[in-house]
């Protein structure tokens, strides 16, 4: 588990120690009330065990329909909340030049069971810019996330495709490795601003530590 903490496996630092916790707590529950012979023991790890159940909806309950839509095939969610530190925000706005406006960061991993393993199959992120709202979808390449897709109503495929295997090393500007492709000049630099803020976020909290 170190191991995989060091190497960010993908947003697991947090959501993989959840599933492990929820997993035990209900395996504990279903063997305890297994074995008991006290019939009102059983009663109660069995409230305990549906407690635990009801809890995990509400985590997906919370998760935008907006998220769930890029992942299909995911059969559950988390929400992840990240406090950025003094030192990460002046990090990221010297990156940027841009001002970090929300220090509380939440992603949304996304889980599969198919083939009976529970497994992480990405992450997505909700930023917005110029009253667009965009969902940003990340995956894992060497331990760092980079962008495999960004949705937002409205905005030309031919625009917002151009992110697609960006990641916190691009510039992401206007003019520069990006262009308009008819987004107005304003909303297409303040996506672009938004969407590098969220990728240098993203490689702060959960990338692996590696030099350029």
């Given amino acids: 588990m170190k191991k995989v903490m060091k190497n960010f496996k993908f947003l697991t630092i947090i959501a993989l120690s959840f599933v492990v ?53 995911a059969q559950s969610f988390t929400k992840q909340h990240k406090d950025l530190t003094k030192d990460q925000i002046a990090g990221i706005e010297k990156d940027t030049g841009a001002k970090v406006s929300n220090t509380d960061h939440h992603s949304y991993p996304a889980f599969s069971t198919a083939g009976g393993a529970r497994k992480q199959i990405g992450a997505a992120t909700i930023v917005k810019a110029n009253d667009k709202e965009l969902v940003i979808v990340y995956e894992s390449k060497n331990g760092n996330p980079v962008i495999k897709e960004v949705r937002g109503d409205g905005l030309p495929n031919p625009f917002i495709a151009q992110f697609a295997g960006k990641g916190h090393d691009d510039k992401l500007q206007i003019g520069g490795d990006l262009k308009a492709n008819g987004v107005d000049d304003a909303t297409a630099k303040a996506i672009a601003q938004a969407v590098r803020v969220d990728a240098i976020t993203m490689q702060t909290l959960y990338g692996a530590a590696h030099t350029h």
């Fill in 21 to 73: 916790g929820l997993a035990a707590a209900c395996s504990s529950g279903s063997n305890t009330a297994t074995t008991t012979t006290n019939a009102n023991q059983k009663t109660s790890n069995t409230g305990a065990a549906n407690t635990a159940t009801t809890a995990h909806s509400k985590t997906d309950d919370e998760t935008p329909a907006s998220v769930k839509a890029v992942f299909p095939d």
